[in-house]
């Protein structure tokens, strides 16, 4: 369970990033934060592992205030996958790169070696084991970093714009992942400005703009009220813009997912899937 | 990343900032040579105090405050790795000498890191490209300065983000003996530096694809002219230089050591 209490941050720059953000987060929820940039997604979700120190407020994980225990230690329960994974690979093998962090935690190299191959295959990496990570293609090497935090197994997976530079397939990938990753219980948060991958996925969604949360609620809700996403600066996605201009002819409002509006359309008109 | 802060440009409206980056920059080699030149502390010690109003007229004291703060680390290891070395293949009669000795080493290095900091946080990146420029050297050499100088604090920031990523990937940086510190620093070191490599290749590209080096002949929409106050500046440093050499050769400099009482 993530407790953010009236959280408050501002950089060293003077830039108010966060001002007063409240949420909560419980075990096993999936959770998408979404806003313009500069709204304070990233901000908010580095303070869930400790990277960043409330100014004011404090965030609790599993009624652990984070400014008490170190990055490291929160690691272990708060895995956290950076936009760039250029930003962290550095090993001479995918396989090394994998169990750094294992190695970091102390785990056993029985252990290590067992984890190794099962974030690979998780992955589908096995075949890249003794590749440098430098010479794989981007995608391929933000699977390698998403697999070298998944490895330890945390409780929760934070997944700072995942979507960013993979092509359909992949995000299809992804979002099976995902909901793979939900079904074993574990809390995902993705940051993310993909607002299709997002009304795919259905997540519960956390709205920012301007450092202060301005809406919360089912994918559903949120992405479908016009005055909200704007206020946001977030566009609506396209199955919800149709579905938004056929209200006056009795469809329902509330649809942003393509196989449900599919199902409405064929109903309403007959025909078969 | 405080230490860099030290020497990114501020756009402050001050006379210093405004001045000639040659004149500022020949004031800087002039008090780089002078710095060299002595071995006692009394005259490095009177080095750093003079520049002092030049950074008080520059309005940017918070920042050079940075930089020395930023400095106090190498500072503290060039003062311990003299006193060790000098303690043991030394030679020096007492330890009063040996200590006067490791600090004049020591103010030397922060005389150097203060004039640095000093003309960096004065003068913008362009303005020392313009100055190289309008000092004949090649524009191609120019620019790969200026660039680099650019950089640095973009750098630094992805410095912070990785060190941040490896963080949340259970990386300790703190703790641990010498060795295990430095050995911390590589997974850190190799993302830099690989992204370093990579940026500046698609800097390259990006740049060909604008026409870059399509005119031989180039012309600067600033011309660098000085004026009374930059020569005022080159007077003063030579003036400093003449003197520095004519103390260093004429006058027997007092150590600090010959006021202690004697025992």
Same mark, same amino acid.
């Given at each position: 369970?993530?407790?953010?209490?009236?959280?408050?941050?501002?950089?060293?720059?003077?830039?108010?990033?966060?001002?007063?953000?409240?949420?909560?987060?419980?075990?096993?929820?999936?959770?998408?934060?979404?806003?313009?940039?500069?709204?304070?997604?990233?901000?908010? !979700?580095?303070?869930?592992?400790?990277?960043?120190?409330?100014?004011?407020?404090?965030?609790?994980?599993?009624?652990?205030?984070?400014?008490?225990?170190?990055?490291?230690?929160?690691?272990?329960?708060?895995?956290?996958?950076?936009?760039?994974? #250029?930003?962290?690979?550095?090993?001479?093998?995918?396989?090394? *790169?994998?169990?750094?962090?294992?190695?970091?935690?102390?785990?056993?190299?029985?252990?290590?070696? *067992?984890?190794?191959?099962?974030?690979?295959?998780?992955?589908?990496?096995?075949?890249?084991?003794?590749?440098?990570?430098?010479?794989?293609?981007?995608?391929?090497?933000?699977?390698?970093?998403?697999?070298?935090?998944?490895?330890?197994?945390?409780?929760? !997976?934070?997944?700072?714009?995942?979507?960013?530079?993979?092509?359909?397939?992949?995000?299809? &990938?992804?979002?099976?992942?995902?909901?793979?990753?939900?079904?074993?219980?574990?809390?995902?948060?993705?940051?993310?400005?993909?607002?299709?991958?997002?009304?795919?996925?259905?997540?519960?969604?956390?709205?920012?703009?301007?450092?202060?949360?301005?809406?919360?609620?089912?994918?559903?809700?949120?992405?479908?009220?016009? *005055?909200?996403?704007?206020?946001?600066?977030?566009?609506?996605?396209?199955?919800? &813009? !149709?579905?938004?201009?056929?209200? #006056?002819?009795?469809?329902?409002?509330?649809?942003?997912?393509?196989?449900?509006?599919?199902?409405?359309?064929?109903?309403?008109?007959?025909?078969?899937? | 990343?405080?230490?860099?802060?030290?020497?990114?440009?501020?756009?402050?409206?001050?006379?210093?900032?405004?001045?000639?980056?040659?004149?500022?920059?020949?004031?800087?080699?002039?008090?780089?040579?002078?710095?060299?030149?002595?071995? +006692?502390?009394?005259?490095?010690?009177?080095?750093?105090?003079?520049?002092?109003?030049?950074?008080?007229?520059?309005?940017? /004291?918070?920042?050079?405050?940075?930089?020395?703060?930023?400095?106090?680390?190498?500072?503290?290891?060039?003062?311990?790795?003299?006193?060790?070395?000098?303690?043991?293949?030394?030679?020096?009669?007492?330890?009063?000498?040996?200590?006067?000795?490791? =600090?004049?080493?020591?103010?030397?290095?922060?005389?150097?890191?203060?004039?640095?900091?000093?003309?960096?946080?004065? %003068?913008?990146?362009?303005?020392?490209?313009?100055?190289?420029? +309008?000092?004949?050297?090649?524009?191609? =050499?120019?620019?790969?300065? %200026?660039? @680099?100088?650019?950089?640095?604090?973009?750098? @630094?920031?992805?410095? +912070? %983000?990785?060190?941040?990523?490896?963080?949340?990937?259970?990386? /300790?940086?703190?703790?641990?003996?010498?060795?295990?510190?430095?050995?911390?620093?590589?997974?850190?070191?190799?993302? =830099?530096?690989?992204?370093?490599?990579?940026?500046? =290749?698609?800097?390259?590209?990006?740049?060909?694809?604008?026409?870059?080096?399509?005119?031989?002949?180039? %012309?600067?929409?600033?011309?660098?002219? @000085?004026?009374?106050?930059?020569?005022?500046?080159?007077?003063?440093?030579?003036?400093?230089?003449?003197?520095?050499?004519?103390?260093?050769?004429?006058?027997?400099?007092?150590?600090?050591?010959?006021?202690?009482?004697?025992?």
């Amino acid at each position: 369970m993530i407790k953010v209490e009236d959280l408050y941050f501002t950089y060293p720059n003077g830039v108010e990033a966060l001002r007063g953000v409240s949420l909560e987060i419980k075990n096993g929820e999936f959770v998408a934060i979404m806003g313009q940039n500069g709204a304070g997604k990233t901000t908010l !979700v580095k303070h869930i592992n400790g990277l960043l120190r409330p100014t004011m407020g404090r965030v609790l994980v599993d009624d652990v205030d984070t400014t008490k225990v170190s990055v490291a230690t929160l690691a272990r329960k708060v895995g956290f996958v950076f936009q760039n994974a #250029d930003h962290q690979l550095f090993c001479e093998t995918v396989e090394e *790169e994998i169990s750094f962090a294992l190695r970091n935690f102390g785990y056993e190299q029985k252990t290590v070696n *067992e984890r190794v191959d099962w974030a690979l295959n998780l992955l589908d990496l096995t075949e890249y084991r003794k590749v440098s990570p430098f010479m794989l293609s981007g995608g391929e090497r933000k699977r390698v970093a998403l697999a070298s935090v998944l490895a330890w197994d945390p409780k929760i !997976v934070i997944l700072d714009e995942p979507t960013i530079g993979q092509d359909s397939q992949q995000k299809e &990938r992804l979002r099976q992942f995902i909901t793979q990753l939900n079904r074993q219980a574990k809390t995902v948060i993705i940051v993310t400005h993909d607002i299709e991958f997002v009304a795919e996925c259905q997540p519960r969604v956390v709205l920012m703009a301007g450092g202060e949360i301005v809406g919360k609620g089912e994918a559903k809700n949120i992405l479908t009220d016009r *005055e909200l996403v704007k206020e946001a600066s977030v566009v609506l996605p396209e199955i919800a &813009r !149709v579905f938004l201009g056929l209200e #006056d002819l009795g469809f329902p409002r509330d649809v942003i997912d393509v196989y449900e509006a599919g199902r409405i359309l064929l109903g309403r008109f007959g025909g078969s899937s | 990343m405080s230490m860099f802060d030290g020497f990114k440009f501020r756009s402050v409206f001050s006379p210093i900032h405004k001045m000639d980056p040659r004149a500022k920059f020949f004031y800087v080699c002039v008090l780089f040579a002078v710095t060299v030149m002595f071995n +006692q502390l009394i005259p490095l010690f009177i080095l750093f105090l003079i520049q002092i109003p030049f950074v008080v007229i520059a309005s940017v /004291e918070r920042e050079w405050l940075r930089s020395m703060k930023g400095s106090a680390l190498f500072a503290i290891i060039i003062f311990v790795m003299n006193l060790l070395s000098l303690h043991f293949y030394g030679g020096y009669p007492s330890f009063a000498a040996i200590l006067e000795r490791s =600090l004049t080493m020591t103010v030397r290095f922060i005389v150097l890191v203060e004039s640095f900091s000093v003309f960096f946080l004065t %003068t913008s990146p362009d303005m020392l490209g313009l100055a190289l420029e +309008q000092s004949r050297v090649p524009y191609e =050499l120019c620019f790969a300065f %200026t660039t @680099a100088v650019r950089f640095v604090p973009v750098l @630094a920031d992805e410095a +912070q %983000t990785i060190m941040d990523a490896q963080k949340a990937r259970g990386l /300790e940086l703190e703790g641990g003996n010498f060795i295990k510190r430095i050995k911390n620093y590589i997974p850190i070191l190799i993302p =830099l530096i690989v992204n370093a490599i990579r940026r500046s =290749l698609e800097l390259a590209e990006t740049m060909e694809s604008r026409a870059w080096g399509a005119n031989k002949k180039r %012309t600067n929409l600033y011309v660098l002219k @000085a004026r009374r106050k930059d020569y005022c500046l080159i007077l003063i440093s030579i003036l400093i230089l003449v003197v520095s050499i004519y103390i260093s050769t004429y006058v027997r400099i007092p150590s600090l050591i010959e006021f202690l009482p004697a025992q």
